[in-house]
């Protein structure tokens, strides 16, 4: 058995869940790929950790050429990843219902082509991995139709049918594709929201469930239990039932 360590690219590892999670598979003694936009936070992170390896990685999933340089400089390192983990993303809402195309643009671009541009460039890279896995971290919300989130929620819903869709046509070139889709958690980016949010959970505890859910080769990872059984609940409703919980949501 080889004892070479796990060799990990996490994207959005400047902050929240990423950076939780670059942290964990430190700790762990994976060579982790710590991928993001601030070269002076990632910087950080890996001395935080050292002596575990954790190797800054400035990426902007928005610009293909930027994950395609990431991805060379990756070959040239290791030559090959284990693990993918996508959790660089961001979330804008919908006000009064204006549908202003620059945010659906904007939500679009990061959050479903900036998947598309890490998928691109990092396949070969998976190919040559030991039992390679890529993850792609989606969202709870598009389990119901919230107010607001017509934008976020669209993009995040694409990205979950790329990632169910994908898993059976790379599933005979080895690798496979997984998809995380969390409820709230404690972030940068969710501290914006200005609304309840049920069942919030620190980000280290997000970034453990994760992890085991990894451990056990889970293709779906959802959490919390109690959001999800929920929304669930919601589903199954007469969709008269389900427009009036939703209005009740609208500010």
Same mark, same amino acid.
């Given at each position: 058995?080889?004892?070479?360590?796990?060799?990990?690219?996490?994207?959005?590892?400047?902050?929240?869940?990423?950076?939780?999670?670059?942290?964990?598979?430190?700790?762990?003694?994976?060579?982790?790929?710590?991928?993001?936009?601030?070269?002076?936070?990632?910087? $950080? $992170?890996?001395?935080?950790?050292?002596?575990?390896?954790?190797?800054?990685?400035?990426?902007?999933?928005?610009?293909?050429?930027?994950?395609?340089?990431?991805?060379?400089?990756?070959?040239?390192?290791?030559?090959?990843?284990?693990?993918?983990?996508?959790?660089?993303?961001?979330?804008?809402?919908?006000?009064?219902?204006?549908?202003?195309?620059?945010?659906?643009?904007?939500?679009?671009?990061?959050?479903?082509?900036?998947?598309?541009?890490?998928?691109?460039?990092?396949?070969?890279?998976?190919?040559?991995?030991?039992?390679?896995?890529?993850?792609?971290?989606?969202?709870?919300?598009?389990?119901?139709?919230?107010?607001?989130?017509?934008?976020?929620?669209?993009?995040?819903?694409?990205?979950?049918?790329?990632?169910?869709?994908?898993?059976?046509?790379?599933?005979?070139?080895?690798?496979?594709?997984?998809?995380?889709?969390?409820?709230?958690?404690?972030?940068?980016?969710?501290?914006?929201?200005?609304?309840?949010?049920?069942?919030?959970?620190?980000?280290?505890?997000?970034?453990?469930?994760?992890?085991?859910?990894?451990?056990?080769?889970?293709?779906?990872?959802?959490?919390?239990?109690?959001?999800?059984?929920?929304?669930?609940?919601?589903?199954?409703?007469?969709?008269?039932?389900?427009?009036?919980?939703?209005?009740?949501?609208?500010?």
């Amino acid at each position: 058995m080889s004892t070479q360590p796990l060799r990990v690219l996490i994207t959005g590892a400047s902050s929240g869940i990423g950076e939780a999670l670059a942290e964990g598979y430190a700790r762990r003694g994976a060579r982790v790929f710590a991928a993001g936009r601030s070269q002076d936070k990632l910087q $950080l $992170l890996a001395a935080r950790l050292a002596p575990a390896t954790v190797i800054p990685l400035i990426m902007d999933v928005t610009d293909e050429t930027s994950v395609a340089a990431a991805a060379s400089r990756m070959g040239a390192d290791t030559g090959a990843l284990d693990l993918v983990i996508h959790a660089a993303g961001d979330c804008r809402y919908i006000d009064d219902g204006a549908l202003e195309p620059t945010v659906m643009r904007a939500m679009l671009e990061t959050n479903v082509m900036g998947a598309v541009h890490l998928l691109t460039s990092m396949r070969p890279l998976l190919a040559a991995g030991r039992d390679p896995w890529i993850y792609l971290v989606s969202s709870a919300a598009i389990h119901f139709p919230f107010p607001r989130a017509e934008a976020y929620g669209a993009s995040k819903a694409a990205l979950s049918y790329l990632a169910r869709s994908l898993r059976t046509d790379w599933e005979p070139y080895g690798i496979s594709v997984g998809l995380i889709e969390p409820g709230f958690v404690d972030t940068p980016l969710t501290r914006r929201n200005d609304f309840a949010m049920p069942t919030l959970l620190p980000v280290a505890d997000a970034a453990a469930r994760i992890m085991r859910g990894i451990d056990h080769k889970r293709y779906e990872i959802r959490f919390p239990l109690r959001l999800m059984a929920m929304l669930r609940w919601l589903q199954h409703l007469p969709l008269t039932v389900q427009r009036a919980a939703a209005r009740r949501m609208r500010r």
